[in-house]
């Protein structure tokens, strides 16, 4: 049979979406799968499709549960994996045909711990945009001890997403590694940094296997979304730097290059919840004065090649200017849009 790939994924109300996911897997070339689906309390009609597929599929296997969130969604297909190699697929994306037989055919030649391939983005209105991630430095080959360093980084300053659905991962070097359920977000680059601490073998493969759906950008998303997601942004922050220290790789150079990121991500959070029609100018001052983002925000690194109207808007949110802030931002998002006709 040969070796045995596990693809994890999570399903949470993706009736609209699910098919077309389980098609491109249970059609792949390669057979030896076995497809966990874990539903995590969807309140569609997702279950009742997962049931179908199924049935007709003796491959997959079925988890229901409540719901909790991805990261224990997807810490729960790991414990029931059995294969050789995991690999995690969302549920609104699909994959390329040949996928996993194009990525056995590098394991079994190279030996590789972990691989990482290219991708799609595939929006409604725009189709495919091909190529996202520049890996002509890295492409094809097993990274050296100074290139994973490099390449750690790289992850850290935001140059490469730490999208765990661009791996295949040997299982047997996951170990404890595990997604952190505390946070909503950015837990796919923890994972990623807990788990390149017991990476040998890791091969990049400059090739595009995976399609990555995005849905057009939206404001209409409530600023209790953003509010989440602003103080996650800060816990990342700090769980990452936290996790250097225990794997002896930390250095300030690092710690002022997730800072750095940090504080775009918040600059960003704050740039969508102005940009909303109605911004809820209570949870707009609970996230101006959180203290652990603010903490953050008012380091003291080097913003020098920072767009100018991110580094205004940074201003802003450290001066406390509220109502300077929305409208400039709300600016921002009508050029934007205007830019983009």
């Keep these: 049979m040969g070796v045995k790939i596990s693809i994890i994924i999570p399903v949470y109300n993706a009736e609209k979406t699910i098919e077309r996911c ?9 057979e030896n799968l076995e497809i966990i689906l874990v539903n995590d309390g969807s309140t569609d009609n997702s279950k009742e499709i997962l049931e179908q597929y199924k049935g007709k599929d003796s491959r997959i296997k079925l988890i229901n549960k409540e719901n909790t969130g991805v990261s224990d969604t997807r810490n729960i297909g790991i414990e029931k994996a059995t294969g050789d190699y995991i690999m995690f697929v969302d549920a609104d994306d699909t994959v390329e045909k040949n996928m996993v037989e194009r990525i056995l055919n590098i394991i079994d030649e190279k030996q590789i711990d972990v691989l990482k391939y290219n991708y799609h983005i595939v929006k409604h209105k725009k189709g495919i945009i091909k190529n996202q991630e520049n890996y002509d430095k890295y492409a094809n080959k097993i990274l050296s001890d100074s290139d994973m360093e490099t390449f750690i980084d790289s992850l850290l300053e935001g140059n490469f997403n730490g999208y765990v659905w661009t791996l295949v991962i040997k299982k047997s070097i996951i170990q404890n590694v595990r997604f952190n359920t505390q946070i909503g977000m950015k837990e796919d680059l923890l994972f990623y ?12 493969l400059n090739e595009n296997l995976y399609n990555h759906y995005e849905n057009d950008d939206s404001v209409c998303r409530s600023n209790k979304y953003y509010y989440k997601n602003f103080e996650d942004y800060a816990k990342v922050n700090n769980l990452l730097i936290e996790t250097l220290k225990e794997q002896k790789k930390y250095t300030s150079k690092r710690e002022d290059k997730i800072t750095i990121s940090t504080i775009l991500g ?6 969508k919840a102005c940009r909303q029609h109605k911004v809820n100018m209570e949870e707009l001052d609970n996230m101006l004065n959180n203290i652990n983002a603010n903490k953050i925000i008012n380091s003291d690194v080097n913003l020098a090649e920072i767009k100018s109207q991110i580094k205004i808007s940074i201003f802003l949110i450290r001066k406390k200017k509220k109502y300077v802030l929305i409208g400039f931002n709300k600016l921002r998002y009508i050029l934007s849009t205007i830019r983009k006709k």
């Design 266 to 271: 918040l600059e960003s959070v704050f740039y």
């Design 22 to 30: 389980l098609e491109s897997v249970i059609n792949q070339k390669y």
């Design 193 to 204: 940094i807990e788990l390149l601490n017991n990476v040998k073998r890791f091969f990049f």
